[in-house]
C-alpha cells in the first residue's frame, strides 16, 4: 500500500489572491464593463466602441486563460488534496479503507471543506 505525500506543495502561475481576482475578471467584471460600453458607446455615439469593447474582449480572454492554466497546474500538483484514502480488498473479499492525513492540519479548523485523493486497486 502506498502513502503518498498528501501534502504536495502548489504549482501555479498565479498565488490563490491573484487566481481569485483573475477569476473575477473573467467571469464578471471586464464582460460586464465591455458590454455596458458596447451598450452606452453605441446610445449616446461615444468614441471607440469597437476598439475599446474589442481591448475588454482580448484581456477578458487573457484573463480566461491565465485562470484555466493556473488551476490546471494546481489540480495536477495534488496540492488540493489535505490527505489521501487507499482503498484495498482484504483476503476475506471485504473493502478496507486506510486513511493518511497531511501534515499540515493545524490549519484544519480555519478550512471550509476538505479533499482526500482516492487510491483505488
Same mark, same amino acid.
Given at each position: 500500500?502506498?502513502?503518498? !505525500?498528501?501534502?504536495?506543495?502548489? &504549482?501555479?502561475?498565479?498565488? !490563490?489572491?491573484?487566481?481569485?481576482? $483573475?477569476?473575477?475578471?473573467?467571469? #464578471?467584471?471586464?464582460?460586464?464593463? @465591455? ?14 466602441? $469597437? *476598439?475599446?469593447? @474589442?481591448?475588454? $474582449?482580448?484581456?477578458? &480572454? #487573457?484573463?480566461? @486563460?491565465?485562470?484555466? %492554466?493556473?488551476? =490546471?497546474?494546481?489540480?495536477? !500538483?495534488?496540492?488540493?488534496?489535505? @490527505? %489521501? %484514502?487507499? &482503498?484495498?480488498? !482484504? +483476503? ?5 479503507? *486506510?486513511?493518511?492525513?497531511? *501534515?499540515?492540519? +493545524? ?5 471550509? *471543506? ?5 487510491? =483505488?486497486?
Amino acid at each position: 500500500m502506498t502513502n503518498p !505525500s498528501p501534502t504536495a506543495t502548489p &504549482v501555479s502561475l498565479l498565488s !490563490s489572491k491573484q487566481y481569485d481576482r $483573475a477569476l473575477l475578471s473573467a467571469t #464578471l467584471i471586464l464582460p460586464l464593463i @465591455g458590454g455596458f460600453w458596447f451598450g452606452i458607446a453605441g446610445i449616446w455615439g461615444l468614441p471607440h466602441q $469597437a *476598439e475599446i469593447s @474589442g481591448t475588454i $474582449a482580448v484581456l477578458n &480572454v #487573457l484573463f480566461g @486563460g491565465l485562470t484555466a %492554466v493556473s488551476k =490546471k497546474l494546481y489540480d495536477v !500538483s495534488g496540492a488540493k488534496f489535505i @490527505g %489521501v %484514502v487507499n &482503498v484495498t480488498t !482484504s +483476503d476475506t473479499g471485504k473493502k478496507l479503507y *486506510e486513511l493518511y492525513m497531511g *501534515e499540515n492540519l +493545524d490549519k484544519l479548523d480555519q478550512m471550509n *471543506e476538505i479533499t482526500f485523493k482516492v487510491n =483505488k486497486p
